[in-house]
């Protein structure tokens, strides 16, 4: 299957910093989720960007399909954006399959 | 959106038992749920895709003895843990294709003892 890998793994900041997540993936994708799960364990659908730029507050992404990446922007951080951020491509068929992962810890 | 009911949330059990745990759609009918696995300090691990009215299809490496899955309307897919083990705990996850995107449940947090 496709192999999706995330930098970094683990990620500290302090509140009110910027930062930005990477995802690459080893084949062509037919779409793209970033997911936010938090501390319960709950997952938070972020995104769904197959290409181009969203945004959403203070959170946008960004994906470049052709060069297998995607990018999620995170300005000005807060403590309730801490957690393990996802992203997660669908190679063939309408599954998908999760990316290793960041963990973010925002610091007051 | 659409929202996604999973139960239990947690569920502590023995080992050798059978515990299920179901994932409901509320609002959405769905052809398809996904079924994930989650240990500790990992990423979500697809186990097996569930389909309305015909059996799942499990990744390679998921027994379909073990995990038994059952997607009998449109509403409701259930998994089956038969026989857990201690190694069988983890965090289970439900997910619905909305076909604009994906929502999940809100897991299952299984401890076997």
């Known amino acids: 299957g496709i192999q999706v890998e995330q930098s970094p793994p683990d990620l500290i900041l302090q509140e009110g910093a910027n930062s930005t997540l990477r995802c690459n993936f080893s084949?062509?994708?037919?779409?793209l989720q970033w997911f936010h799960q938090n501390p319960w364990g709950q997952l938070i659908n972020l995104f769904y960007i197959p290409s181009g730029t969203k945004q959403n507050g203070r959170l946008s992404a960004t994906t470049v399909a052709t060069e297998r990446y995607s990018l999620l922007y995170i300005s000005s951080s807060q403590t309730t954006d801490s957690g393990v951020y996802f992203c997660?491509?669908?190679?063939?068929?309408?599954?998908?399959?999760f990316g290793t992962g960041t963990s973010l810890t925002v610091i007051p | 959106g659409a929202v996604v009911s999973q139960h239990p949330s947690w569920v502590i059990c023995k080992s050798g038992t059978s515990v299920k745990i179901e994932c409901r759609s509320l609002?959405?009918?769905?052809?398809?749920m996904f079924w994930y696995r989650q240990f500790p300090k990992q990423s979500l691990m697809l186990m097996a895709t569930s389909n309305e009215g015909s059996k799942a299809t499990y990744e390679q490496g998921v027994e379909k003895d073990k995990f038994l899955i059952n997607h009998a309307s449109l509403t409701l897919s259930t998994l089956t843990v038969t026989s857990a083990h201690p190694e069988d705990s983890s965090f289970y996850i439900c997910?619905?294709?909305?076909?604009?995107?994906?929502?999940f449940g809100s897991g299952t947090r299984l401890t076997v003892v």
């Open positions: 609002d959405f009918q769905a052809t398809t």
């Open positions: 997910s619905l294709d909305l076909n604009y995107g994906y929502t």
């Open positions: 084949d062509s994708v037919n779409n």
């Open positions: 997660a491509p669908i190679h063939t068929g309408n599954q998908f399959y």
